[in-house]
């Protein structure tokens, strides 16, 4: 099969290799020149996982190859994939559809060939029909079909996650369209990855819904844990005790400072959009975004309380170790680290951070924190250190040697990657969440 695919972001980056692993001929296409350029000398724009060595062995075995020049990668595609962002709109939190819809207008004006158009970007329901009447405004005298292929993979485990999904989503009703995603996902299917096959519009309310629904399993647990601290429970025994049933089950019951990322924050917008645009409110989902943005800075209040409170803040030292909204990224969008710095920022206090990938993009977001090299060096004179983001590098920190450079030995452990006792045996005043 030979794929095109619109978009070398994230999504279409990942996708791209992985299809490409799988035998398919795949041409990664972005207008972004710099982008390109540097894929086609193995630069990664993004930190993921495992990508690097992906894109250059099938790039080597001459199935995977870049270019700007979208008519060029979609002559001869079976499938072309369209994978550009959909960012919320400023103003109003539409998902902004106007990358989506150029690009069906220019497959409109340059296709050749019968082929499939999938939309893989996350959209509201409705689009496709939309991409549908361009296309067909485009009077094309060649087959299209228009297919909706939610994708699901995680940033820091993109690559694992598209290769063993726990689902594939394919939204068509068109015979033409179903034939040609069974030949793209017959790698997967043969190795028993379930495929649904629904309408196109359901395939688009899925992705909104499973993201609504995970962002709302961690809103629950996070204000469990507030609840926690109040009648001094432990967040992560009621997280098993929980889990453990498996109509709830365990996954996204890890209590937090908040989810972040690029995905969950603007797709529950978006979702209350639509809800709203068709009369249908979602209030539960509602609920999710105001306390979720809420948590955010409540985070840094505590951070605050473990120096003594926020009018005895002024002047003292902060080390903020983790920035991006999760490990194994680079990504800052939304994270809660820069609600979090804001705070601390804003009642005086001097914050220096680490995070072993996330600086650069996090550089201009916080412009009054100080970068520094190392957990050890943010450290270095701090009245409290609070972890934001569980990287692996702050799992076994040396609690010894951060007693010794600390002026005070306080620790915040905003994602419960210590055990309490340990910390308190070491000599620490320790907070985390959930662990009253
Ligand atoms: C999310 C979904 O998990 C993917 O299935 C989806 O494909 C993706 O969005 C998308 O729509 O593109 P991602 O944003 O990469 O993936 O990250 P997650 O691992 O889901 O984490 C999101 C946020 O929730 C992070 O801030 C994380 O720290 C937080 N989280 C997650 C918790 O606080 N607790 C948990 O138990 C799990």
């Known amino acids: 099969m030979k794929i095109a695919m619109v978009g070398s972001g994230y999504v279409g980056l990942v996708s791209g290799a992985c299809f490409?692993?799988?035998?398919?001929?795949?041409?990664?296409?972005?207008?972004?020149?710099?982008?390109?350029?540097?894929?086609?000398?193995?630069?990664?724009?993004?930190?993921?996982?495992?990508?690097?060595?992906?894109?250059e062995t099938n790039v080597k075995a001459g199935r995977l190859s870049f270019t700007t020049d979208l008519a060029e990668g979609i002559d001869g595609a079976d499938a072309i994939f369209i994978a550009v962002g959909t960012p919320s709109r400023r103003g109003d939190g539409h998902a902004d559809l106007t990358f989506v819809y150029a690009v069906a207008k220019e497959i409109g004006a340059t296709l050749r060939n019968d082929a499939v158009v999938v939309t893989k970007s996350t959209v509201p329901v409705g689009t496709g029909d939309e991409v549908e009447r361009i296309l067909a405004d485009a009077k094309l005298d060649v087959r299209t079909a228009v297919v909706s292929n939610p994708e699901f993979l995680r940033e820091g485990a993109a690559i694992g996650d598209f290769k063993r999904p726990d689902r594939i989503v394919i939204g068509t009703d068109d015979e033409f369209g179903r034939d040609v995603m069974s030949e793209v996902y017959r790698p997967l299917y043969l190795n028993q990855s379930p495929i649904l096959f629904t309408s196109r519009r359901s395939a688009e309310l899925i992705k909104y819904a499973a993201n609504a629904f995970l962002a709302t399993k961690i809103t629950f647990i996070n204000e469990m844990a507030d609840l926690c601290e109040k009648v001094g429970a432990n967040v992560q025994d009621v997280s098993r005790g929980i889990g453990m049933d498996n109509r709830i089950g365990a996954k996204f019951l890890h209590a937090g400072p908040g989810y972040g990322g690029s995905c969950f924050p603007k797709d529950t917008l978006a979702l209350l959009k639509t809800a709203e645009d068709y009369e249908s409110p979602t209030r539960i989902v509602e609920a999710v975004v105001k306390v979720n943005d809420s948590r955010k800075r409540a985070m840094g209040r505590k951070v605050l309380d473990a120096l003594g409170g926020a009018d005895k803040a002024r002047g003292k030292k902060v080390a903020l170790l983790g920035l991006t909204f999760k490990p194994n990224t680079d990504d800052m969008r939304d994270s809660p680290a820069i609600a979090v710095?804001?705070?601390?920022?804003?009642?005086?206090?001097?914050?220096?951070?680490?995070?072993?990938?996330?600086?650069?993009?996090?550089?201009?977001?916080?412009?009054?924190?100080?970068?520094?090299?190392?957990?050890?060096?943010?450290?270095?004179?701090?009245?409290?250190?609070?972890?934001?983001?569980?990287?692996?590098?702050?799992?076994?920190?040396?609690?010894?040697?951060?007693?010794?450079?600390?002026?005070?030995?306080?620790?915040?452990?905003?994602?419960?990657?210590?055990?309490?006792?340990?910390?308190?045996?070491?000599?620490?005043?320790?907070?985390?969440i959930g662990r009253g």
């Open 20 to 55: 490409a692993d799988f035998g398919h001929d795949v041409v990664c296409i972005d207008k972004d020149e710099k982008k390109i350029a540097a894929l086609e000398n193995g630069v990664m724009p993004i930190y993921e996982p495992g990508l690097d060595a992906l894109v």
């Open 341 to 432: 710095a804001q705070t601390l920022t804003d009642a005086g206090v001097e914050v220096a951070a680490f995070d072993p990938e996330g600086m650069e993009q996090a550089r201009p977001l916080m412009p009054e924190v100080t970068m520094v090299d190392g957990p050890y060096e943010a450290i270095e004179g701090a009245d409290a250190v609070a972890i934001v983001t569980e990287w692996d590098a702050f799992r076994a920190l040396d609690l010894k040697r951060i007693k010794d450079l600390a002026k005070a030995p306080v620790l915040v452990d905003l994602r419960n990657i210590y055990d309490p006792q340990d910390v308190r045996d070491a000599g620490f005043t320790y907070a985390s």
